[in-house]
């Protein structure tokens, strides 16, 4: 089955600097990949995507980028702000005749500093 | 959170109960889906249903048991038989590749 690598595990970055998460999978066969964000004890948000026939996909303040060559996709965070402190989940995603399954890698706390 | 529901959000039993974990969307989502969240681990899948009446195994689906009577309701038993109940449990739905989180519940066994 798929494997999601997440790093890192934690990270801290001071307010206005930039945060990148990264990930891989194992599953050539993935092809949705989307970014979870999840406060204390509320379910994960869905935050943005991207899907293998796309190299890069940006909202405002938050971009993915994929390379499916080398099986790795990042999360980018510019310009971070307090409230951007959550835990981050990857995941990868594979069609199968049972309908789409979902691998999350272990997840990011990020912590912003004020 | 959007249209998907999940009640308890605290849950208390003792050993040996079966519980069951409420599920409820009005997103006309076919696929409804139940993880389990342990501090450090991620998101395992336990059960998911892509249609009424039909469901699969997850990674982790011993000790867990699932219905899909109804396309908004998805309930989940955490049996006797599983060792660890413990956990912050999570219910999601989706259409075609997109899937969104309800807001969980947090099961504690004694």
């Known amino acids: 089955g798929e494997n999601v690598e997440q790093h890192p595990s934690t990270l801290s970055v001071q307010e206005g600097d930039s945060a990148v998460i990264k990930c891989t999978y194992s599953?050539?066969?993935?092809?949705?990949f989307p970014w979870y964000k999840q406060e204390l004890g509320k379910g994960p948000q869905l935050i943005i995507d991207?899907?293998?026939?796309?190299g890069e996909k940006k909202d405002q303040r938050i971009a993915v980028t994929l390379n499916k060559t080398a099986k790795h996709f990042s999360l980018h965070i510019t310009e971070t702000q307090p409230e951007d402190s959550a835990v981050y989940f990857c995941?990868?995603?594979?069609?199968?005749?049972?309908?789409?399954?979902?691998?999350f890698g272990t997840g990011t706390s990020l912590t912003v500093i004020p | 959170d959007g249209g998907i529901t999940q009640s308890p959000k605290y849950l208390f039993r003792k050993e040996g109960q079966n519980v069951t974990l409420s599920c409820e969307q009005n997103?006309?989502?076919?696929?409804m889906y139940w993880y389990r969240q342990d501090p450090g681990q991620g998101l395992r899948l336990i059960y998911y249903?892509?249609?009424?009446?039909?469901?699969q195994k997850g990674d982790i689906a011993e000790g867990y048991s699932v219905s899909r009577e109804k396309k908004e309701s998805f309930p989940l038993t955490v049996t006797s038989a599983q060792k660890n109940p413990t956990a912050f449990y999570l219910c999601?739905?989706?259409?075609?590749?997109?899937?969104?989180f309800g807001p969980g519940t947090r099961l504690t066994v004694t």
């Open positions: 249903s892509q249609i009424v009446n039909d469901f």
């Open positions: 995941a990868a995603s594979t069609e199968s005749r049972a309908g789409n399954q979902f691998y």
């Open positions: 991207i899907r293998s026939n796309v």
């Open positions: 997103l006309n989502h076919d696929a």
């Open positions: 599953d050539s066969a993935s092809n949705y």
């Open positions: 999601a739905s989706g259409q075609l590749y997109e899937q969104y």
